[in-house]
Nanobody, 125 residues
C-alpha cells in the first residue's frame, strides 16, 4: 500500500506563489506517473500536471503552462513538488497528489490508483 501526504497549501493573493509537496511512503515502488489534480466546489477533478518515473518527462494542462512547474526529488523519486507562480483566483481548489503504477493516460483520474487527501489552495483577488 502507498500513502501520499500533501503539504504547502494556503491562502495567497493573486500574483503570488505557493509550493506544494507530495511525499509517498509505504512499499517501495516505481510508477508511471505522479501527478497533481485539483477540484473546485461544484466541479469535476481536473488534471494539472504530471511527471514520469522513467525520464522525468512533464505534462501540464494549458491553463497552468508557464506558471506551474512539477518536479521531483531526484534521489528518492518519491517526492513530487508543484511550484505555482503567478497564481490567479481561478486556481483556487483542493489540490490532490496521485500516483499511477500502471500504464494509461496521464490526463485521466482513472489512470491513477493512489490518492492523497488534498491540500486547499485559495487565491484572493
Amino acid at each position: 500500500q502507498v500513502q501520499l501526504v500533501e503539504s504547502g497549501g494556503g491562502l495567497v493573493q493573486a500574483g503570488g506563489s505557493l509550493r506544494l509537496s507530495c511525499a509517498a511512503s509505504g512499499r517501495t515502488f516505481s510508477y508511471y506517473f505522479m501527478g497533481w489534480f485539483r477540484q473546485a466546489p461544484g466541479t469535476e477533478r481536473e488534471f494539472v500536471a504530471a511527471i514520469t518515473w522513467s525520464g522525468g518527462t512533464t505534462f501540464y494542462t494549458d491553463s497552468v503552462e508557464g506558471r506551474f512547474t512539477i518536479s521531483r526529488d531526484n534521489n528518492a523519486k518519491n517526492t513530487v513538488y508543484l511550484q505555482m507562480n503567478s497564481l490567479k483566483p481561478e486556481d483556487t481548489a483542493v489540490y490532490h497528489c496521485a500516483v499511477a503504477d500502471r500504464s494509461g493516460s496521464y490526463y485521466y483520474p482513472s489512470t491513477y490508483n493512489y490518492w492523497g487527501q488534498g491540500t486547499q489552495v485559495t487565491v484572493s483577488s
